[in-house]
Structures are given as C-alpha cells and as structure tokens.
C-alpha cells in the first residue's frame, strides 16, 4: 500500500431546469440550464493503492458513507489519470435524488486523484475529465462544470471547459430539501428529450431576462409542468409551500418550491418547506465551487 492521499470537497448541484445538448464528442455535450451548488456536498478521499496491492485490473474500490458502491464515472476518472487507488465518498446528500452526487464523485475523485498523485493537470483539465466520464455514463451532462463553479450558475452553453460557457446568478439563500425517492438520470437522459429541451431553453430565456432567484423558481416549475416531469409528491409539496408563503420569511422568498432534476426532490428557499410542515434538511448556496481539502503521506 502506498498510502497518499488527498481530499476534495465538491458542493451538490440541484439542477431547476436544463436542455439536453449532446455531441460526439463528450467535452462538447452537455446542457444548458440552471441550479443552486450547496453547502451540503460530498467529501472524496483518494488514497493511492500500489499495482502489487491491487486485487484485479480495477482502478478503483469505491465507498460511499461506508458502504461499497459503483460509480462508473469514479473508475473513468482515475483511469484517465492513470491513477490506482482506493475512493472513499462521505455526503449527507441522498443519492440518486437530484443533487449531482455521481458529478461530485467524478470532480472531487479527478482533484483528488491529482493531488495524491502528483500528475500535474490544471483545474480545467480535471474538469474536462470529470465532465467527460459523467457524460459518457449518462449520468448528468451539467452537473459537473456547475460544481466547479460554485455559487447559483447559470450554464449558457453547454460543455466542458474550452466549451460551455458560465454566468450566474448573483445571491446567496438559505435552501431546504425533502426527497422522496430516486428518479434515474439514466432513463430520462436516454429517453425522448425534445420536449424537454424545448421547455428547457424557454426557462432560460426567462431567467437571462431577469437573473434573480424568485424567476430561476419561478422557470424551474414552469419547466417541471411543461416537461412534463414533475412527480405527485413533488407537486404537492410545491404546492403547499405556495399556500404557507405568505407567512414572514426573514429572507423574503415565502412560498418558493421547486423540483430538483432529476430526482423526487423538493427544494425551497428559506423557510419554505418549513412553514409548510415539513420537516427538511437545511444548508445555504455554496459560495465557491469544488476545492482540495488536504492533503496527507
Ligand atoms: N445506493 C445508491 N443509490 C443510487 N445510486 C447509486 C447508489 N450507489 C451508487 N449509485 C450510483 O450513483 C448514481 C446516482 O448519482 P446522483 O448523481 O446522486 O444521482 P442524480 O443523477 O439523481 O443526482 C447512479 O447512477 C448510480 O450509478
Ligand atoms: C439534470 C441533469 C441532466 C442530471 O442531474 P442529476 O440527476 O442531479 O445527476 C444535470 O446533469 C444537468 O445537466 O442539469
């Protein structure tokens, strides 16, 4: 066992609307769209692991809170980088639920993996890599250059670095979240997306025309409708924080839900969730995007 490693913290993502751009090549693909990067993400420890203590031609044992798992974009990303070692993800996030999990996976184990051994590849490099392996595995298109970001981005064009081009929106808000369940990338992303990627850049025509929080909610329940993706305990949720909105939130966005892509996921700003009932996790937008933590021998 070699023993080096290093740490990433990558913030979670929720997606409020998106278009599906594919392409041939995987740094060209992505989406267009916008969401919120949060306080509440994923730390990804890679420890590198000597060829002689490797039990097969894996590049990777992968933990996820303790548990083993499989995210193929972690494997795609070390064999980029040609780097053997073990991945160990702590989150509090549910996974499989919207928050870009399998992107943070990729973008923290490329920083990671960097660090500990030693290769010597820029911010933009690793993003590409990590962009590109969660696009191969159609697990999310958007989700890994809005993480790099940080903040609320707004993604203009689609694609890696060299791409995509990025904005945002210029805020900062307390978030709450209840998930009800998994709803698989995977299967929309290869299922029809004409519709969606219609209703997709009509949200963001909105939200370039008037770049503030309540129209990025606003077109993300527009959007939810029109592509027809919204689940019925996500509507009701969202419902029943339009009907409590009108109670004093100390942030002043009362009654602002929306759906999380893609996943059974209701997301909120300030207290929303709250005064409707519920009972939600709580973190912030994150100010800044994914970072080494750490680095240890
Ligand atoms: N326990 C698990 N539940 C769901 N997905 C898991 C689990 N362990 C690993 N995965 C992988 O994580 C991916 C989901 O990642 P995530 O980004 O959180 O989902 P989403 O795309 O909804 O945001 C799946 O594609 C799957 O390959
Ligand atoms: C919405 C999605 C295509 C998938 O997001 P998630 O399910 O969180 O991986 C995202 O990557 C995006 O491009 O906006």
Same mark, same amino acid.
């Given at each position: 066992m070699n023993g080096k490693r290093a740490t990433a913290f990558v913030p979670g993502h929720v997606t409020a609307f998106f278009s599906a751009h594919p392409a041939e090549d995987p740094a060209a693909a992505g989406s267009r769209g916008a969401g919120l990067t949060l306080s509440d993400g994923v730390d990804v420890t890679v420890t590198l692991v000597d060829d002689a203590d490797a *039990? @097969? @031609? &894996?590049?990777v044992a992968l933990a996820l809170n303790g548990e083993p798992a499989t995210i193929g974009a972690v494997g795609d990303v070390l064999a980029a980088l040609d780097v053997r070692a073990r991945v160990t993800l702590a989150t509090d996030l549910p996974v499989g *639920?919207?928050?870009g999990v399998s992107g943070a996976a990729a973008l923290g184990t490329a920083f990671a993996a960097n660090a500990a051994a030693d290769r010597g590849r820029s911010e933009n490099e690793l993003v590409r890599i990590a962009h590109e392996a969660e696009v191969e595995r159609g697990t999310g298109l958007g989700d890994v250059v809005a993480q790099a970001r940080g903040g609320i981005p707004i993604r203009l064009e689609p694609g890696a670095p060299g791409h995509g081009v990025l904005d945002g929106v210029p805020a900062h808000a307390r978030v709450e979240y209840v998930t009800f369940g998994e709803l698989s990338t995977e299967d929309v992303l290869a299922g029809d997306t004409a519709a969606l990627t219609q209703a997709g850049e009509r949200a963001l025509s909105r939200l370039r025309a008037d770049p503030r929080l309540p129209t990025l909610m606003d077109a993300s329940r527009e959007f939810a409708e029109r592509a027809d993706l919204l689940v019925p305990e996500v509507a009701e949720a969202i419902e029943a924080v339009a009907t409590a909105? @009108? &109670?004093?939130d100390p942030d002043g966005f009362g009654g602002s839900a929306a759906m999380a892509m893609l996943g059974r996921t209701v997301f909120a700003l300030g207290t929303g969730l709250s005064d409707a009932g519920y009972d939600p996790a709580v973190c912030h937008t994150h100010p800044a995007g994914a970072r080494l933590v750490g680095e240890a021998q």
């Open positions: *039990a @097969d @031609d &894996s590049p *639920a919207g928050f909105g @009108d &109670s004093e």
